[in-house]
């Protein structure tokens, strides 16, 4: 009987220390898999934050402007519309070319003048209406730099590649570096990043546009999605009877969930453009669409929410001689709620970082005005960046990953707020 025993428990040990073992494995397993992942996560950020950190910066160049009477306003008469249609392109020209009288040829002449930015011309427009007395003044003025210009004093060009190789030739090159020797040049805080639309000129491009069309987007969003969603949800678990038609709507939501967004786009431009006729490229259209797309998470959210609250509570309040629907509104959803709030932040986050469905809307169009309405032509921020990335110019690359960090930073505290708003209100029973 002891030797049986004895082998009994031995069989017992290899057993557990078998069990033990796998069980080490699987958890090892585990935080590889949950290391590895997070080293994608952090390659991810800083391969984006290294190629987009530097677009929060713009190349300066000092330039020499004289306000040719002759080119501006050859008659002398300052009237607006006659200084708003004169030629500042030449006065822009004239400006760099006398930084290098050395230059003769007139392809150098022609090369030379591409220095600066082509919105200089749109900035002395500006100055010379806001001020007419600027004519036939002399001014020193920073204006921003060609966007090859600017990849250069970054840093991201490389030198050492043949001429034929770059955008930039030897002797562009040679210009710059004398600008720089001089000390015109300087990097400054890119403000047009934040206050501008949208332009061919990667040095003039902004994500104000894009942002603004994305809020529009959002508020028609959040202004549909949120009632709807919590209405559904309370009328499927509190009110609805449990019969078949319910179960069947209760699976469709579910399915819908999982349906790719593309699908919704396709839905909104058969419906909402074809059908109803609503303007194309509008945030109006993409916050319905974006609705379409919410709904099934917000509603899912939302029954998870109220199936939380515990049953004390809803017959605490109807033995006290509530009614059903004062025991819901007084009782039941202000518990939910936070759980439903939740739901909705997380819906409206996916929707923020969504393009396929606003492609199939329109909403990829060039816009360089910001939007003013839901109705105004305008596109969203992860559509600017698909259009950005889809540039040849490495400049457009450089503000795409910016515009990429501006929108994992809105993604980061969206979905912070609703761990606030979760931990802030939440009980637990």
């Known amino acids: 009987m002891e030797t049986r025993s004895k082998s009994a428990i031995e069989c017992v040990r290899g057993t557990l220390a078998r069990r033990n073992r796998a069980e ?12 590895l992942g997070l080293a994608f996560l952090v390659v991810m950020f800083v391969n984006i934050i290294l190629t987009g950190y530097s677009a929060f910066w713009q190349t300066h160049v000092k ?29 822009v020209k004239a400006s760099v070319r006398s930084l290098f009288p050395d230059v003769k040829g007139r392809r150098d002449r022609r090369d030379v003048a591409k220095l600066v930015s082509r919105g200089t011309v749109f900035q002395l427009r500006r100055m010379v209406l806001d001020d007419p007395s600027l004519v036939g003044a002399k001014a020193e003025m920073w204006v921003p730099a060609n966007d090859d210009y600017d990849m250069l004093h970054k840093g991201n060009v490389d030198r050492t590649r043949p001429e034929a190789d770059r ?45 603004m069309g994305s809020f529009f987007t959002l508020v028609v969003t959040l202004s549909l999605s949120f009632p709807l969603g919590v ?10 009877p449990r019969n078949r038609l319910t179960g069947l709507i209760e699976v469709n939501i579910n399915n819908l969930a999982a349906v790719p967004s593309i699908v919704f786009g396709l839905l909104g431009l058969a419906v909402f453009i074809n059908l109803f006729g609503l303007p194309r490229s509008a945030p109006l259209v993409g916050g319905l669409v974006l609705t ?24 605490a309040a109807l033995g006290v001689g509530a009614s059903k629907m004062q025991m819901i509104a007084h009782h039941v959803l202000p518990l939910a709620m936070p759980g439903m709030l939740t739901g909705t932040i997380i819906g409206m986050a996916r929707a923020l970082g969504e393009t396929a469905p606003l492609l199939m809307i329109g909403m990829v169009a060039f816009v360089v005005d910001v ?59």
């Open 24 to 35: 080490r494995r699987f958890k090892n397993f585990g935080r590889a898999a949950v290391l």
């Open 63 to 91: 330039l020499p402007v004289f306000f040719d009477p002759q080119l501006i306003d050859p008659q002398g008469a300052g009237d607006p519309e006659t200084l708003g249609s004169a030629d500042y392109g030449a006065v």
């Open 167 to 211: 955008r930039l030739s030897d002797k562009q090159i040679e210009w710059f570096d004398r600008l720089a020797a001089e000390g015109r040049v300087e990097s400054r805080f890119n403000v047009t990043f934040f206050t501008a639309g949208d332009s061919r000129e990667p040095e003039l491009a902004g994500i104000r546009g894009a942002a």
């Open 231 to 240: 209405a559904t949800a309370v009328y499927l678990e509190e009110i609805a």
């Open 292 to 315: 379409l797309m919410t709904l099934p998470t917000i509603i899912i959210a939302g029954r998870a929410a109220l199936k939380s609250v515990p049953p004390s509570i809803r017959e």
């Open 371 to 429: 939007p003013q309405g839901v109705t105004d032509a305008a596109t969203a921020l992860p559509v600017q960046i698909f259009l950005w990335l889809d540039s040849p110019e490495r400049a457009f690359v450089e503000r795409a990953s910016a515009a990429i960090m501006v929108l994992l930073a809105f993604l980061i505290a969206m979905n912070a707020m609703a761990v606030v708003l979760r931990r802030r209100f939440e009980r637990r029973w």
